[in-house]
């Protein structure tokens, strides 16, 4: 079975500064991971994803998160929050890209102006 | 350009009246999930089809259907919603014939029930 941990249901950072969403992973086969950002009553958008490929992976709206296995972790950071990024963020794990996907209970971010 | 489409955004349906909600692509996958968020919760899967295999979660209640009659279209049927089920509803759409790709969200209908 696979599972997500999100640590910090709600993040606060003030703009410009970094901001950082933990995201911490169990899967007893390689995993594919996944960040999503949803914006009040709106469907998920992909910010990026890991396949196996580059550790290190650069997303949309300047995100990017690194694969650590031996942590089991899949942290999202960006290095300066700007006021349109405060929205919900969800980190979520597949055996396969597009396989259906187990999500981590999310994080949401305020921006402090 | 929208390539998963939800209709409606929003739906409100009375205690207990039967309530149909659609999803339909334009991509072609092969492989569509409906996936229930309710309020300040992660997404949860309640049942996907691929191609014309229905595959239901052991834990969505009885109450939930579903129905694909054709690859671009997939309904999901509450046939008696309870107060309970009031959430957001995601259908998503994926290609299991392809490597290194991702599921592709709609933008939700969200459900009163009063």
């Known amino acids: 079975a696979q599972s997500v941990t999100q640590l910090g249901s709600h993040v606060s950072v003030s703009e410009g500064a970094l901001v950082l969403l933990r995201c911490n992973y169990s899967?007893?086969?390689?995993?594919?991971l996944f960040w999503y950002v949803q914006y009040p009553n709106q469907g998920l958008q992909l910010l990026l994803k890991y396949t196996s490929a580059a550790t290190l992976v650069k997303g949309i709206n300047g995100f990017e998160a690194e694969f650590k296995k031996s942590e089991t972790s899949f942290h999202l950071t960006k290095p300066s929050a700007h006021m349109s990024d405060a929205a919900e963020y969800f980190c979520?794990?597949?055996?396969?890209?597009?396989?259906?996907?187990?999500f981590g209970t999310g994080t949401r971010l305020t921006i402090i102006p | 350009d929208a390539m998963v489409i939800q209709n409606p955004r929003y739906q409100v349906t009375q205690f207990g009246k039967p309530v149909t909600l659609s999803c339909s692509q334009t991509l072609n996958h092969n492989v569509m999930y409906w996936y229930q968020q309710k309020s300040s919760q992660a997404p949860k899967l309640l049942f996907h089809y691929y191609d014309k295999d229905f595959n239901n979660e052991a834990d969505t209640p009885d109450n939930f259907q579903s129905r694909r009659p054709n690859t671009s279209f997939c309904f999901l049927d509450i046939r008696s919603p309870g107060l309970g089920d009031a959430a957001m509803y995601l259908c998503a759409t994926g290609d299991l014939g392809l490597v290194d790709t991702e599921a592709f969200f709609g933008q939700g209908t969200r459900l009163t029930v009063v």
């Open positions: 979520a794990v597949s055996n396969f890209g597009n396989e259906k996907l187990t």
């Open positions: 899967s007893s086969v390689p995993p594919y």
